[in-house]
């Protein structure tokens, strides 16, 4: 079992920048892989980046290609999402999830969620 809890939202200016932090409970936070998405009203849940356990490997959406990093510290069981040069497109409830397979990109693929941030950016 682990439990996921997002922090680091809130309101900045187009242009600004954000991060994210996603704190896991548990000692087996390093055996997942993490992912974050986002939801705006109105839409589906949609992927946004992801990190292997090892940090090795890293996908991102092209909408946040070059503009958004994750990373993690497994020794803190935490994962990041920094977020440069936001735009008013990016307003979402962000959500950090955790998967068992090596890498995933999919919602379906993702064991445990957390319970989101919101993250809203003013043009």
């Known amino acids: 079992q682990v439990q996921l809890v997002e922090s680091g939202g809130g309101l900045v200016q187009a242009g600004g920048s954000l991060r994210l932090s996603c704190a896991a409970s548990g000692r087996t936070f390093s055996s997942y892989a993490m992912g974050w998405f986002r939801q705006a009203p109105g839409k589906e849940r949609e992927f946004v980046a992801a990190?292997?356990?090892?940090?090795?490997?890293?996908y991102y959406a092209d909408s946040v290609k070059g503009r958004f990093t994750i990373s993690r510290v497994n020794a803190k069981n935490t994962v990041y999402l920094q977020m440069n040069s936001l735009k008013p497109e990016d307003t979402a409830v962000y959500y950090c999830?955790?998967?068992?397979?090596?890498?995933?990109?999919?919602?379906?693929?993702?064991?445990?969620w957390g319970q989101g941030t919101q993250v809203t950016v003013s043009s």
């Open positions: 999830a955790a998967s068992t397979q090596l890498i995933a990109t999919m919602p379906a693929e993702y064991n445990y």
């Open positions: 990190i292997s356990w090892s940090s090795s490997r890293t």
